[in-house]
């Protein structure tokens, strides 16, 4: 099973440069325009964390 240690540090290698940096305002776009990019941005990623979630459990049940 997996350490809390683990965990942390296989989060940490998914985090990529582009994620740590805050998301901008393009000077050519509206904020309703910026704003459904964000809400975009954010679902994606819910996305991908909960895949990974989902793999990750997968796994548990297997190694079990």
Do not use: H, N, W, Y
Request: charged share 50%; no cysteine; net charge positive.
């Amino acid at each position: 099973m997996e350490t809390r240690k683990e965990k942390v540090d296989s989060l940490e290698r998914q985090k990529s440069l582009r994620f740590l940096q805050p998301i901008q305002k393009r000077e050519d776009e509206t904020g309703a325009e910026f704003a459904t990019r964000v809400m975009r941005d954010m679902a994606r990623q819910a996305k991908k964390r909960r895949e990974l979630l989902e793999q990750q459990q997968e796994r548990d049940e297997q190694e079990s």
